[in-house]
């Protein structure tokens, strides 16, 4: 199937009629020696006599030159093509070329094979395949071509594209893609409304997105188009579908992520991420036997596998994924693993690891619902009826592993914690113990090598006994011996006899693994050792290279010097390249270790390092980002440089990267009243990362570190900290979530607090935001107002970035009080002075308040053109929010052009992208612009439905859009009234 790419000749006829030699284009000639080609390619090498070919270009009426025409088309097409390839046979013409040469052959060959790859089983498979052979087409098939051969093969290719597409938007929904799926129907089907294939697989796309309503509606759309068009009844699959939709039959909500087990609905993803086995494991004999049979056995295991009085390093981690290994062949859907951090300040979300198990089986991420509930039901659809082994490592307690537990028939947990889980409801409990001396001996030798341990066998048990025979111990040591060469065995065991190289809760506690760390800690050099101990300080997931170096106080390479020797002998992890990460136990070592070995001002010395570097990275991303902003100039200063950017696409990676462990160095800044000097740069921080906030994507995590900042700033009394964090949780109150009210009291809070501090950024934006409040109120004088004192301020602090978007928002303002021709100018004035300051985001924002301007004043071209440029700037930000707040103004215009097909498609991609991250009354906002392009193309009770949802969020709300709602549901007949802008976007 590949064989077009080769060198040689090459055609495409899906799409306009063309020639490849190679990489070369050949001349295809007039439209009627075109036509000539398509049809002796469309004969598939046989020949075509030369009154076959007549009529197929000329039809029943051909002219008197036909037949010397023919021969001329016949004749210039074997000079571009060479004599091999066009032959003339009996007087008739045959093209001979390769099987692969042809991209109508290529498309049939890809649909052969995914048809047989979704018999098989794989779902994933066929759907690539088919969206290969989609690929291919380009347009009109045979675009220009004239003659009744052409005309009928147009209709045939177009009508089979449209059977591929159908067929590949069903493995959509199979493999969970209901959600980006919708857009693509809705237009398809106001393409084709009598087609009942593609309505049923909209209404089950619509059902699986949780959009019951608008399934029901456009059911009782079709009904009535067909009676009206037809004269029938819907086909009973479709009246099947509606009455399990009707019903919430669960069976249904059940398939968009496929439970694939059955050859007949496709095959889902299969996992396959049990780690590797360790290749010297060492006894557990009884252990592996008992629990391989009862995982292999079970209908539906529940294994928890724990450690006696939940001592570490006894080796859960290492038998359990030597026992999934050995029992996978009875779980052949797939294997799924998960570390659950149950040892960390903050042990793993259910929630989290849902999600993350649910893209492991082959669910997109806009299936996957919010909220643990929702996800764990899924999580149990997906696995219902197929056999699946989950490998739950490291669990806090019972409540953590239960949402993650299977519950069918057919799959199985296995589970390892430190703490017996008693209170989990029929699971098989395995009490682990430490090892006998004789496997602990085998697993030294096993490490160290024969030859060594055997001529000082009494040595070696010296050793494992001094480990307390605790296997995590027994590598630790033995593998350190195994790297140095000059090492006998009797020297480690004297070391290991003192016992002040041991800690006492060796004997009992959760403390007790310290002796096995302390082995490997105990011979690092004094550099090393306190790149242990200071590594494990800062709370993130995880830490890069640079920030690294930052806590240590060093530069890239002496650090990852460091650090790597660190990852040599187990007491670190390389998470990838240039990041690291502690076992969480190791973690607690080393942090006990900083207690005991670093004073507090040290230890605060180098959390105060990373937020110097965090702050500074951040600022460089956000300088790409705003060249020239005064923003930065407000900001702490910072005694450690951080990372340089030389594209806005390298800064917001790293923003957008990093964002876990930077909103985690806030966060902990925060929980630490007694360092006050920290929290100035940790606002800072946020005020400079507040893309995270406005993309939605770290909407949750944002709002907890602004809130905490402003708890402890308060407590400390800082007025100008204070301040700035209550700008930043207003900001994000009333963005995400539409809570109004809250917000401007954490304004009115802001502004008070920066004129008690003499803060020009909080004096600035405070304002500002107040006026974003009351703009999404439509109290618009209030708005008005409240952006005049912000401008003043930005003004007094020179700060010509804030002048620009305060311009931009003054003319959202002028749309709202009925000044048309002022909202353009001001919009224009916006646009002229981000594009001055290379702004990008904020660029984007500006051309997306000017676009309402004149989608007010009815220059909808000129709108649609802003939009265009705005969605652009969006993406490259990488601002899903706004990106589909950009969708869906522009799916506004063309409603008003009546355009209305693509008006759904585009508001479907919106309700997508903003989903529950921008607030409830624009997600309301674009339900109302999609009803209406519904209600455009015929789809009337699917609007309605969408109209039903945004009335009842406006009504919650308590918007003034809720009436323009009730008006349109109270038409018997809703006609699309012009566009109306609904200004709280």
Same mark, same amino acid.
């Given at each position: ?40 390619? =469309?004969? %598939? ?25 023919? +021969? ?25 070329? %390769? ?7 290529? !498309? ?8 047989? &790859? ?18 291919? #087409? ?16 147009? $209709? ?61 509606? @456009? ?70 036997d008992e629990l391989v049979e009862e995982l292999s056995t079970a ?24 026992? &999934? ?49 929702? +996800? ?15 490998? *739950? ?52 030798t096993k490490i160290v090598g024969t030859e060594r341990v055997m ?44 016992? +002040? ?28 050792? +306190? ?123 790293w923003l957008f990267s990093e964002a876990p462990c930077v909103l ?32 939605? @994507? ?63 950024? $909080? ?26 004192? &912000? ?15 305060? *311009? ?31 702004? %990008? ?12 301007? *004149? ?11 802003? =939009? ?13 929010? #706004? ?11 063309? @409603? ?6 693509? &008006? !759904? ?5 919106? *309700? ?12 309301? %906002? ?20 969408? #109209? ?38």
């Amino acid at each position: 199937m590949d064989g077009g790419t080769a060198p040689g000749l090459r055609f495409a006829l899906l799409g306009p009629v063309r020639a490849w030699r190679g990489e070369e284009t050949l001349p295809a000639g007039s439209p009627q020696q075109r036509a000539l080609l398509a049809a002796l390619l =469309l004969r %598939g090498g046989r020949t075509a006599t030369a009154d076959e070919l007549i009529d197929a270009l000329w039809g029943e009426a051909p002219p008197d030159s036909a037949l010397a025409a023919l +021969r001329t088309y016949a004749f210039r097409l074997r000079k571009v093509l060479g004599a091999d390839a066009l032959t003339s046979e009996s007087g008739g013409y045959a093209l001979r070329t %390769g099987a692969d040469t042809l991209d109508v052959t290529r !498309a049939e060959e890809y649909a052969v094979e995914a048809e047989k &790859a979704r018999a098989g089983g794989e779902t994933a498979r066929a759907r690539e395949l088919l969206a290969h052979a989609l690929d291919l #087409w380009d347009g009109e098939p045979l675009a220009g071509l004239p003659g009744p051969y052409a005309e009928a093969y147009r $209709t045939r290719l177009s009508e089979r594209r449209l059977a591929l597409l159908e067929t590949r938007l069903e493995l959509d929904l199979e493999l969970g893609g209901h959600t980006d799926a919708v857009s693509v129907l809705t237009t398809l089907s106001a393409e084709h409304p009598l087609r009942e294939r593609l309505r049923a697989l909209l209404m089950l796309a619509l059902y699986r997105s949780g959009r019951q309503a608008e399934a029901l509606g @456009v059911y009782a759309d079709t009904r009535r188009l067909l009676a009206e068009e037809l004269g029938v009844d819907p086909c009973a699959e479709l009246n099947e579908l509606y009455q399990r939709i009707l019903r919430a039959d669960p069976d249904l909500a059940a398939q968009p992520t496929g439970a694939e087990d059955a050859p007949a609905a496709g095959s889902a993803v299969r996992p396959a991420q049990l780690p590797a086995a360790v290749v010297d494991f060492t006894g557990r004999t009884a252990f592996v036997d008992e629990l391989v049979e009862e995982l292999s056995t079970a209908d539906s295991g529940v294994m928890a596998l724990s450690a006696v009085a939940g001592i570490g390093g006894v080796g859960k981690t290492t038998l359990a994924v030597h026992v &999934a290994h050995a029992a996978r062949d009875a779980f052949p859907d797939g294997q799924l693993y998960v570390d659950l951090q149950g040892q960390d300040a903050r042990p793993s979300e259910p929630e989290t690891v849902l999600a993350s198990f649910l893209r492991a089986l082959g669910t997109p991420d806009a299936a996957i619902p919010e909220g643990l509930e929702d +996800r764990a039901a899924l999580y149990r659809s997906v696995l219902d009826g197929r056999r699946v082994l989950a490998l *739950l490592d490291n669990a806090h307690d019972a409540a953590q592993v239960r949402p993650l537990l299977p519950g069918t028939p057919g799959c199985a947990a296995l589970i390892t914690s430190r703490v017996r889980m008693v209170d989990l409801a029929g699971a098989h409990l395995v009490d682990l113990d430490v090892m006998s001396p004789e496997e602990a001996l085998q697993l030294f030798t096993k490490i160290v090598g024969t030859e060594r341990v055997m001529t000082e066998r009494q040595a070696a048990l010296d050793v494992v006994a001094a480990c307390g025979f605790l296997p995590l111990a027994i590598r630790i040591a033995a593998s350190r011996l195994a790297t140095r060469r000059t090492w006998t065995v009797s020297v480690l065991a004297r070391k290991l006899s003192d016992s +002040r190289r041991r800690l006492d809760e060796l004997k009992a506690g959760d403390l007790a693994v310290k002796a096995t760390f302390e082995l490997g800690y105990g011979q690092l050099a004094d550099h090393q050792a +306190r790149a242990f101990r200071l590594l494990a300080l800062p709370e993130g997931p995880d830490i890069s290279l640079d920030a690294a170096a930052a806590v240590l106080d060093m530069d890239a390479y002496e650090a990852e010097e460091l650090l790597e020797a660190l990852v040599d002998i187990s007491l670190l992890e390389s998470a990838a390249p240039a990041r690291y990460r502690y076992h969480d136990l190791l973690r607690l070592y080393a942090r006990d270790r900083a207690e005991q070995h670093e004073t507090p001002a040290d230890r605060r010395a180098a959390l105060s390092r990373l937020l110097d570097f965090y702050l500074a990275t951040a600022a460089s991303a956000y300088e790409m980002e705003n060249p020239g902003d005064r923003v930065l100039s407000h900001m702490a200063p910072t005694s450690r440089e951080g990372r340089t950017f030389t594209t806005r696409a390298e800064g917001l990676e790293w923003l957008f990267s990093e964002a876990p462990c930077v909103l985690a160095a806030v966060r902990q800044a925060a929980e630490d009243a007694a360092n006050g000097d920290h929290h100035r740069r940790a606002v800072d921080l946020l005020f400079v990362g507040q893309d995270l906030m406005e993309s939605g @994507v770290h909407a949750r995590a944002y709002e907890q570190c602004a809130r905490s900042m402003a708890a402890v700033s308060s407590q400390q009394g800082d007025a100008l900290v204070e301040g700035r964090a209550r700008v930043l949780l207003g900001r994000i109150l009333s963005w995400s979530s539409s809570r109004w009210g809250e917000a401007d009291i954490e304004a009115q809070r802001a502004q008070l607090l920066g004129l008690s501090a003499q803060d020009l950024l $909080t004096c600035s934006y405070a304002p500002n935001l107040r006026g974003l409040i009351a703009r999404d109120q439509q109290r618009f004088q209030d708005a008005e107002a409240y952006y005049q004192l &912000a401008r003043e301020s930005f003004r007094d602090d020179q700060n010509l970035h804030g002048e620009a978007s305060v *311009l931009a928002n003054l003319a959202r303002i002028r749309v709202g009080l009925g000044e048309t021709a002022l909202a353009v100018t001001a919009g224009e004035q916006a646009v002229a002075l981000q594009r001055r300051l290379e702004t %990008g985001f904020r660029l984007g924002c500006a051309q997306y308040s000017l676009a309402i301007a *004149l989608t007010e004043d009815e220059q909808l071209d000129a709108a649609l053109g802003q =939009l265009t440029d705005a969605l652009a700037q969006f993406r490259e930000s990488r601002q899903p929010v #706004w990106e589909g707040l950009t969708l869906f103004r522009m799916a506004e215009v063309h @409603v008003a052009t009546g355009r209305h097909r693509q &008006a !759904a498609s585009l508001a479907d991609q919106a *309700l997508a992208l903003v989903n529950d991250n921008a607030g409830e009354n624009r997600k309301a %906002g674009i339900l109302t612009a999609l009803g209406k392009a519904l209600n455009g193309i015929g789809q009337v009770d699917r609007a309605r439905a969408c #109209w039903r949802d945004a009335l009842a969020a406006y009504t919650t709300l308590g918007a003034k859009e809720a009436q323009q709602v009730r008006t349109l549901l109270g038409e018997q007949q809703p006609s699309v009234p012009p566009v109306a802008v609904q200004y709280a976007r």
